[in-house]
C-alpha cells in the first residue's frame, strides 16, 4: 500500500512564525504535491515536484515555498505565517507519467490543519 | 481556462436514492478526468477516472458520464448508501511532458445520505 505521512495532524502557529510542513512517501514516486483545501474551494495546488531539487508553481504560490532535497520527502514553508493561510495543508504524490501514456493516480496524506492566530 | 466547475455544493440523498454531481470545464486539453472520494478526517482517494475517448465508466455502483461537446462530467452514485457519505471532488488533468501532469480540481461536493 501507498503511503504518504504528514508530519503533523494539527498545528497552531502564530502570525510571522515561520512554518515548516513535512510530507514523506514511501512508495519511490518522482512526482510530488502540496494542495491546501478549503470549504467552497476544493483544492487549490500550491507547489509541485517532479524530481529532487525541483520544483515548479502552483496556481497559488504567494506566500510558500518548498524544498526536495531526497525523493521521499517534500516539505512546505511559510516563511512568515499569516492568518489567511489558515488551512487545510495536503501532500500528495504520484508516479510519473508519460505523455499520451495514461494519467497517474495521486495518493494524499492525511492533512495537516494549520491554523495561524 | 484552469478552471473546472462542480455543483451543487452540497447534496442530501436518501438511501437507496441516486445522487449526481455535476462538473463542467473549458480547456479542451484536458485529458483526463478522475473523481476523489474524501471521509471527514482524511485525505482524498480515487474513486473511479475517464479519458475523453468513451462517453461513460461504471464501476460498482458509482457511474461517469462524459459528454465531450458539452464539456461536462458527472458522477452518479445508484443505491445511495450512508457509508457514501463523504466530500467528492472532479478534476482534470492536463498531461505535462516529463511531469506527469497537475490536476485542476473541482470546488467539491458534500454529500449525506440519508438512512
Known amino acids: 500500500d501507498v503511503k504518504v505521512t504528514q508530519s503533523s495532524r494539527y498545528l497552531v502557529k502564530r502570525t510571522g512564525e515561520k512554518v515548516f510542513l513535512e510530507c514523506v512517501q514511501d512508495m519511490d514516486h518522482e512526482n510530488m504535491f502540496w494542495y491546501r483545501q478549503d470549504p467552497g474551494l476544493g483544492l487549490r495546488l500550491i507547489y509541485f515536484s517532479y524530481d529532487v531539487k525541483m520544483k515548479e508553481k502552483g496556481d497559488i504560490p504567494e506566500g510558500y515555498s518548498v524544498s526536495r532535497e531526497k525523493k521521499e520527502r517534500f516539505s512546505l514553508i511559510l516563511e512568515s505565517a499569516s492568518t489567511n493561510q489558515t488551512s487545510m495543508y495536503l501532500c500528495a504524490s504520484s508516479l510519473y507519467g508519460v505523455r499520451g501514456q495514461g494519467a497517474e493516480e495521486q495518493y494524499f496524506g492525511p492533512g495537516t490543519r494549520l491554523t495561524v492566530t | 481556462q484552469q478552471q473546472v466547475k462542480q455543483s451543487p455544493q452540497s447534496l442530501i440523498v436518501q438511501k437507496g436514492g441516486i445522487s449526481i454531481i455535476n462538473c463542467a470545464y473549458e480547456n479542451t486539453a484536458f485529458d483526463y478526468f478522475p473523481w476523489y472520494q474524501q471521509f471527514p478526517g482524511k485525505g482524498p482517494a480515487l474513486l473511479i477516472a475517464?479519458?475523453?475517448?468513451?462517453s461513460e465508466k461504471k464501476e460498482g455502483r458509482f457511474t461517469i458520464s462524459f459528454n465531450k461537446s458539452a464539456k461536462q462530467f458527472s458522477l452518479h452514485i445508484m443505491d445511495s448508501q450512508p457509508g457514501d457519505s463523504a466530500t467528492y471532488f472532479c478534476?482534470?488533468?492536463?498531461?505535462?511532458?516529463?511531469?506527469?501532469?497537475?490536476?485542476?480540481f473541482g470546488q467539491g461536493t458534500e454529500l449525506s445520505v440519508k438512512p
Open positions: 475517464i479519458r475523453p475517448d468513451v
Open positions: 478534476a482534470a488533468r492536463k498531461s505535462l511532458y516529463n511531469q506527469g501532469g497537475k490536476l485542476i
